[in-house]
Every structure is written in structure tokens, then in C-alpha cells.
């Protein structure tokens, strides 16, 4: 089986991880955490950077930290992962749906404006699958209405938007570090921000609110959210290569391009937008209805001959645990419904060879060829 997903760690992770076992530095404590949140802090050109245990947890205390709660809503994609709506949804705020774009699968941003209100307070930005969504409408639209804005770089370590880096347009930005990431912690999330105030309250709400005077009295409830030493040693070293690792991914695109081009009714990744050039994050295919085959048939005739491959994301406004929260009930979101209907992606991890990528290509045109 050629698995969906297998990190590269053949740098100095190992080196690193072993600073800490023979320091004894295991804990969110150890001198790794903070030398890996500066320098991907300035990575993406941003004073603060916040290191936490995953990137759903980066989305939590964002929406906390901003203040969101009952009578506020939120406008954010309907084709995203459920991280980027349940603490809106637990902190008793709206979540407000646009519906994606087809070509590029990221949210459709002339979507917004007709959609913001007077309750409206954040704007939830998503890139989606390695193309960043339109930046700037978006924090044109959040000036003009007094919007915060949460950027969700989960899945862009070193793309750029109109060559700025992705992560440095939100008032609180967010990324994640699970495996399948173009840099990786094992588990773990970052959060970066140019505003003081902002940082300091991720930073207490990442560690439970303990004071520094008198400790263990609260006048607030946060999380435990830290990242450990062992994780940062990681991530220090995967950062260390981001350059050499999103030219590998752009390369795997391409070639995996080269391959699939022309196949008919297979929607393949743009290569480029007017303002990025895709860093594939994953490799994703959108078969039309004409091919009388849906993402579920194809996934598993592939799976049959050894390809491992992952639906897209299935869209908020038909999550049945939301549903039964009385939310969505009016909400079609009709792109987004066919992305989930038609999507899914072949294996895209960085450790995937060459020979892997013909191989997988060679299976995906027999199994529609069938
Ligand atoms: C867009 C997006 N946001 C948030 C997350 C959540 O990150 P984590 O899995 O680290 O909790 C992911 C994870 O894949 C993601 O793709």
C-alpha cells in the first residue's frame, strides 16, 4: 500500500530529540519551545509566535482570545475541518457560511460582504489544500467594518500570498504541525501575532491561567495547550528545511500534473493562482458527474490496488452534530457539497518517491480507464 501520508525526519530531528532526553528537558519548559516559536514566528514575519499542542487548539484560543462569545457571529467557510467552528460554536457565537470557489476549492471571498451584519465580529480565513484564498478583499472588508480576522494557515508553512507570507495577515494567525504538514511536531499548532495583548492572552490561556503571582488562584478558566520540548526539538528541525520541503511538494505537484493532465472529467490542482503558485499541501482530485463515479467508488477501488487516498473535507452546514444544534437548516452550500460529493486525494506526503507518484498515476488511469 502506498500510504496517503509518511513525514521526512532525516534532519536534525534525531540530534535534537536527543539534546532533550540527555538534558532532561522533556516539558513545555525546555529551551527548544521558545527558540522554535521566535524563529518561525519570524518566519512569517510576525512578532509573537505561541506554540501549542495542535493546530485545533491554535483556532481555540484564538477565537477566546478575541473575545468571541453569545450574540457575535462568524464568517467562515462551509468546505473546511470541524476545528475551525466548535469553539465558536462552545463559546456560543454564530458561525456564519460562504460556500467555496470550484477552481481553487478555497472560500469564495465576494461571498463575505453580503453576509456580514451588525452582530458580525471575525472573519475566519481559511486557506484550503495548498493554494491561499484572496487575502486581500478580505482585509479590505474587515477595515471598512471594524472585523477581527483569524487566519487558518494550518496547511500553508511557506506559501506566500502576493509574496507576503500566509500567517501574517490575520489579527491572530494559525498553523498546525500533525504529520501530514509540510513541517511537522508529531502533534502540536502555532499561533502568531503582531499585537501584544493578543499574545500575552494565548499565552495565559495555553497555560491555564495561572497567574504569576499566587499561581494557583484563577481569575479566569483557560487550557492546558503546551507544546513539550521534545515536539519543539522537532520542529526546530523540520523548519530548519521548509524551503527545501515546500520545492519537493511543488515538485511532487507537478509531476503528478504532468502525469494526470488530460484525463477527462478529472479536475486536478491549479498550479497557480494571480497570487501564489501551489505548495500542493495535498494532491486532491475532483471527478465529474459525467464519469458516473463519486470520491467514495473511486477511493476504494484505489485502495484495492494499493493507493491510499483521503476524502475531502465534508462540509460544516451538513455536520450532523451541528445540525442538531438547530444550525444550518436553510444553509446549500452547493461547491463545497460536490467537493465533498466528488473530492479526495491521492497520497501526498513528503516522504513519497518519485517511482511512488508513476505508480499511484498509473493506478488512478486504469481504475477510470475500468
Ligand atoms: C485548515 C485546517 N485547520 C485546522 C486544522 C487542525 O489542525 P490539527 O490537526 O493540528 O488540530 C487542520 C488540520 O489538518 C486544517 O487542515
Avoid at 16 to 38: A, D, H, K, M, Q
Avoid at 173 to 188: Q, R
Avoid at 204 to 215: I, V
Avoid at 218 to 229: C, P
Wanted: hydrophobic share 40%; with cysteine.
Amino acid at each position: 500500500m502506498i500510504p496517503v501520508n509518511e513525514p521526512l525526519l532525516d534532519g536534525n530531528e534525531k540530534k535534537y530529540l536527543l539534546e532533550c532526553i540527555e538534558t532532561g528537558w522533556i516539558s513545555s519548559e525546555g529551551p527548544f519551545v521558545s527558540r522554535f516559536e521566535s524563529l518561525f514566528a519570524a518566519r512569517v514575519g510576525r512578532r509573537h509566535g505561541i506554540a501549542v499542542c495542535n493546530g485545533t487548539a491554535a483556532i481555540d484560543a484564538a477565537v477566546e482570545a478575541l473575545g468571541i462569545g453569545p450574540g457575535d457571529e462568524v464568517i467562515m467557510p462551509a468546505f473546511t475541518i470541524i476545528s475551525c467552528i466548535s469553539q465558536i460554536v462552545r463559546a456560543g457565537a454564530k458561525p456564519v457560511l460562504v460556500d467555496s470557489d470550484p477552481r481553487t476549492w478555497n472560500m469564495d471571498v465576494s461571498q463575505i460582504e453580503a453576509r456580514i451584519t451588525s452582530r458580525t465580529k471575525a472573519i475566519l480565513l481559511v486557506h484550503i489544500y495548498g493554494l491561499p484564498a484572496d487575502v486581500a478583499p478580505v482585509l479590505e472588508m474587515a477595515r471598512r467594518y471594524g472585523l477581527k480576522v483569524i487566519e487558518d494557515a494550518a496547511e500553508m508553512h511557506g506559501q506566500t500570498y502576493r509574496g507576503e507570507p500566509c500567517g501574517s495577515f490575520g489579527d491572530i494567525s494559525v498553523f498546525s504541525f500533525y504529520p501530514n504538514k509540510h513541517i511537522t511536531t508529531g502533534e502540536g499548532g502555532m499561533i502568531v501575532t503582531n499585537d501584544d495583548h493578543l499574545a500575552e492572552r494565548c499565552r495565559s490561556l495555553r497555560n491555564l491561567c495561572f497567574q504569576a503571582e499566587r499561581r494557583f488562584v484563577h481569575e479566569e478558566l483557560g487550557w492546558n495547550l503546551r507544546m513539550t520540548n521534545l515536539q519543539a526539538a522537532l520542529g526546530l528541525a523540520q523548519l530548519e528545511r521548509l524551503d527545501e520541503f515546500v520545492a519537493r511538494k511543488r515538485r511532487m505537484g507537478a509531476l503528478y500534473s504532468q502525469l494526470l493532465e488530460g484525463m477527462p472529467g478529472v479536475q486536478l490542482p491549479l498550479a497557480r493562482t494571480a497570487f501564489a503558485e501551489n505548495i500542493y499541501w495535498v494532491y486532491g482530485l475532483v471527478l465529474d458527474e459525467s464519469l458516473g463515479l463519486d470520491a467514495a467508488t473511486a477511493m476504494k477501488r484505489l485502495a484495492s490496488v494499493g493507493v491510499g487516498c483521503r476524502p475531502f473535507f465534508y462540509p460544516m452546514h451538513q455536520q450532523p452534530v451541528l445540525r442538531r444544534m438547530g444550525l444550518f437548516a436553510e444553509d446549500a452550500h452547493p461547491v463545497a457539497e460536490r467537493l465533498y460529493r466528488q473530492g479526495f486525494y491521492v497520497p501526498s506526503g513528503m516522504a513519497l518517491t518519485e517511482e511512488q507518484i508513476r505508480t499511484v498515476a498509473d493506478r488512478v488511469k486504469e481504475v477510470f480507464a475500468s
